[in-house]
């Protein structure tokens, strides 16, 4: 793990153009690995001013840093929690899958404060026409330290059946596009985090899984083949 700079509130509290430059020479980009740490850093200290900057920015790494932040600003009294949503729901859908991922953290630091908060947004993100955001919603809520609760695991089995439903119902062209199968990728392995959640609730429902359409069939094997769930299973 990367030391963060003992000073790191100064430093992302500077000047804009100091902070993007630092934030650019930290990323750890180009690379194998971006800088998480920073990133959960920057999500925390960046004042509003700079991270809604960060988001208009080519930079790939700068514009995670200030998406992130949209997790903490929708709690600001100061802020307009739609407008937050409106952002993170947009974001759902860039381009960039570092980008995408930041979204899915930012969602999960609103769920850490809020379950409920998070619950509302995964579910009105389960509504949207775009395989992206469904992925982000399934992500997002897909998080061990989010549902240990029966109540949070019944939530995210659901989002998970109600993204697998979204999904098996695209024509067979659209399934084959990028977005499609990054969906499917996460229900490869969103499921058996869900079940291993509440397994008594959640095997049955991932066990009457069953049909003959090929993507269900590889979301099922990709699931159990998940340590978390083979061991119940």
């Given at each position: 793990?990367?030391?963060?700079?003992?000073?790191?509130?100064?430093?992302?509290?500077?000047?804009?153009?100091?902070?993007?430059?630092?934030?650019?020479?930290?990323?750890?980009?180009?690379?194998?690995?971006?800088?998480?740490?920073?990133?959960?850093?920057?999500?925390?200290?960046?004042?509003?001013?700079?991270?809604?900057?960060?988001?208009?920015?080519?930079?790939?790494?700068?514009?995670?840093?200030?998406?992130?932040?949209?997790?903490?600003?929708?709690?600001?009294?100061?802020?307009?929690?739609?407008?937050?949503?409106?952002?993170?729901?947009?974001?759902?859908?860039?381009?960039?899958?570092?980008?995408?991922?930041?979204?899915?953290?930012?969602?999960?630091?609103?769920?850490?404060?809020?379950?409920?908060?998070?619950?509302g947004l995964v579910r009105r993100w389960l509504?949207?026409?775009?395989?992206?955001?469904?992925?982000?919603?399934?992500?997002?809520?897909?998080?061990?330290?989010?549902?240990?609760?029966p109540h949070a695991a019944a939530i995210a089995?659901?989002?998970?059946?109600?993204?697998?439903?979204?999904?098996?119902?695209?024509?067979?062209?659209?399934?084959?596009?990028?977005?499609?199968?990054?969906?499917?990728?996460s229900l490869g392995y969103c499921w058996s985090?869900?079940?291993?959640?509440?397994?008594?609730?959640?095997?049955?429902?991932?066990?009457?899984?069953?049909?003959?359409?090929?993507?269900?069939?590889?979301?099922?094997?990709?699931?159990?083949?998940?340590?978390?769930?083979?061991?119940?299973?």
């Amino acid at each position: 793990m990367p030391k963060l700079d003992p000073d790191l509130t100064q430093r992302l509290a500077g000047d804009y153009d100091s902070v993007v430059s630092y934030l650019s020479a930290n990323s750890g980009l180009p690379g194998p690995r971006s800088n998480l740490e920073l990133l959960y850093a920057a999500a925390e200290l960046l004042p509003t001013t700079h991270a809604a900057r960060l988001r208009a920015e080519l930079e790939e790494y700068l514009r995670c840093c200030g998406v992130i932040s949209l997790g903490r600003e929708f709690f600001d009294p100061s802020a307009n929690a739609e407008e937050v949503i409106v952002q993170l729901t947009a974001f759902a859908a860039d381009d960039s899958w570092r980008v995408r991922e930041s979204v899915a953290m930012a969602a999960q630091r609103i769920g850490d404060h809020d379950f409920e908060a998070l619950a509302g947004l995964v579910r009105r993100w389960l509504v949207q026409p775009r395989p992206y955001v469904a992925r982000a919603a399934v992500a997002a809520i897909c998080e061990p330290r989010l549902i240990r609760r029966p109540h949070a695991a019944a939530i995210a089995m659901d989002a998970c059946a109600t993204a697998t439903t979204y999904l098996l119902s695209l024509p067979a062209e659209q399934r084959k596009s990028a977005e499609a199968r990054t969906l499917r990728q996460s229900l490869g392995y969103c499921w058996s985090v869900a079940v291993a959640a509440d397994p008594a609730s959640g095997l049955p429902i991932f066990t009457a899984l069953y049909g003959t359409d090929v993507d269900l069939a590889w979301i099922i094997e990709t699931n159990r083949s998940k340590a978390r769930l083979a061991k119940l299973l």
